[in-house]
């Protein structure tokens, strides 16, 4: 099966990775809106300009779609989507209901199959979500996330004025974490969850004290968390904070039997060295089932949770049962 | 959707109290080889003889079987997958392919859907060593159980002459096991992840000695592992051991990127004060995806591997991508 990956950053990258690592698949190329010829790939895959992806509608099996949520998937899953079968990892929570509504139409009109916000979170934590709720209707659940450098916060204390670079390091506390794991079921606020770590890279000359009050007060992103600033040097950034570590928990503690007597708690839990790359791959098993199940004639949107697990894996059904079951 | 439990022993109390915190379900009733009328039921749950079974085949939706799969499940699964849908939870790892086909084959020539081992391992621990390997191919994977009563080992030792009670519990070495979950992948054998603790009441005046070296050197069960044995009283045994909890850990760590540079731990874990109720609540979970499955015309056998999850879940679809992705 061929795979063809649309716009070349961090993910991009980790779904070329990922490719090279299932001897099923092959990578058809890259498409980018960036000059061909400037975009240096890993293992030498061909780069093709995005503008001309038309032309390859009858080699690529599945398209996996590498653009940020804010501005690029919701445009590009629902275009593409009418041309080829597409995934991509949509992760704005709030927006998911609207976006799988637009790209449903777009792929039902191309009679192709799409499969948005696969990954982490979204992603297998929802899967996680979801099983542990089926299992435990009489429960609470709990997501924590980190420690891990959240890319979108770090972008946005980039965009404050007199801000050289940034990274935001979120930081479950691990009392209440602990507490969680052992099956206790506390009210939260989002600030008891999570600290926000950050290491800021500041222009010369800069107001360090406006820029730590601009960081702690903005909505959304830190007013309703403790957060804490640290100015340091372009070299300690560079030193230190190059990579882009990840993880989390999904927790879920339910009770069951005669008066609910019995507790139970579902742990499943992340530790990962580079997000890119670990999302890359649960992106590229994703590609796998799209086939499969386009294939069998499946049309429109689908998500994780319409993904039989079986055909995620390159393994037959039998070898499954066989090794695995 | 109306459920029917055929066998009442622990687990089929755990199915029975499932249902009851299942609004989309009901209990039809309980099939049992015992009287009927020597029966009592947790929720008033009406009691009929088993050989009766197939008079009802067109009031139950779906039949959950909760024998043993020694000789119970064996004979059981195939025979009434004939004429009803089925599940079981089967967990003889390797006679699992034998018994996938005699299930498929008595499913098809009665035009039913049957599901064979299905609970947490196999089961969950099996869908969770499936999606970590899809996901991350180039990785190792670790199953621990306990700490928790093994009913198999339990009921081996009470076999052993002069033995009038015993609990086993099997427990992960807790070094070997954070070793693991910090991401280190060593080469275990079995002696090293799992410590067997036994705990006996003895018959008045039995060779303790004999039962002790009997237990340590009994093949299969102990032989390859330490073994401990504890001596007490009935008192003790009925004060201290008279619950069932168990749990566990499903562990891969794999590498990713160039030159497999980066690692990622994937884990999932359970931490259960009730084996069969938890195990009769992922039956009851999929009895649900089953019926569901089986009204689009799916015809025999499947297993956890098979089902989407969002057919396990109570929520609709829009629900569940508005919710919990």
Redesign the interface.
């Known amino acids: 099966m061929k795979i063809a990956i649309y716009g070349y950053g961090n993910l991009g990258r ?1 779904v070329e ?2 490719v090279h ?2 001897a099923d698949m092959e990578l058809f190329g890259i498409f980018t809106r960036r000059a061909p010829e400037t975009v240096k790939t ?1 293992y030498n895959t061909p780069v093709y300009p995005a503008a001309d992806i038309l032309n390859y509608k009858n080699e690529i099996d599945v398209l996996i779609i590498c653009g940020g949520s804010a501005t690029d998937l919701p445009e590009m899953t629902p275009a593409l989507a009418e041309h080829f079968c597409v995934i991509d990892s949509f992760d704005t ?1 709030a927006k ?2 609207s976006h ?1 509504e637009n790209v449903d139409a777009g792929a039902k009109r191309g009679g192709n199959l799409a499969l948005i ?1 696969a990954g982490w979170d ?1 992603g ?1 934590f ?6 542990a ?6 429960g609470t659940d709990y997501t924590f996330w980190g420690r891990g450098v959240s890319q979108g916060h770090s972008d946005a204390i980039r965009r404050i004025e007199g801000v050289k670079d940034a990274r935001q390091y979120t930081v479950p506390y691990p009392e209440t974490l602990e507490a969680v794991q052992r ?1 206790e079921t506390p009210e939260l606020t989002t600030r008891d969850k999570h600290l926000r770590e950050c290491y800021v890279v500041a222009e010369d000359g800069a107001d360090l004290e406006r820029i730590e009050n601009e960081i702690k007060t903005m909505p959304n992103y830190f007013a309703d968390y403790n957060t804490t600033v640290t100015f340091i040097t372009e070299e300690e950034m560079k030193k230190n904070h190059s990579s882009l570590p990840h993880g989390g928990f999904v927790i879920r503690t339910g009770k ?3 008066g609910l ?14 997000n890119p ?2 999302t ?3 992106l590229v ?1 994703c590609a ?1 089932a799209l086939n499969r199940m386009s294939s069998r004639g499946m049309t429109g949107c689908i ?8 055909d ?4 037959s ?2 070898e ?3 090794h ?2």
Chains 1, 2 share one sequence.
Not at 126 to 131: A, E, F, G, K, W
Not at 261 to 274: E, N, P, V
């Open positions: 980790g990775c990922s690592q299932n890993i929570h998911i209901p799988f916000s979204p297998m929802s899967v996680n979500r979801l099983y709720t089926a299992i435990l209707p009489e099956g069951t039997g005669e007597c019995h507790s139970h708690t579902i742990q499943y839990s992340l530790r990962l060295d580079s790359e670990f890359g791959s649960v098993a796998r998500t994780i949770f319409d993904i039989a697990p079986a995620l894996s390159a393994l059904p039998k499954l049962r066989a695995l079951l």
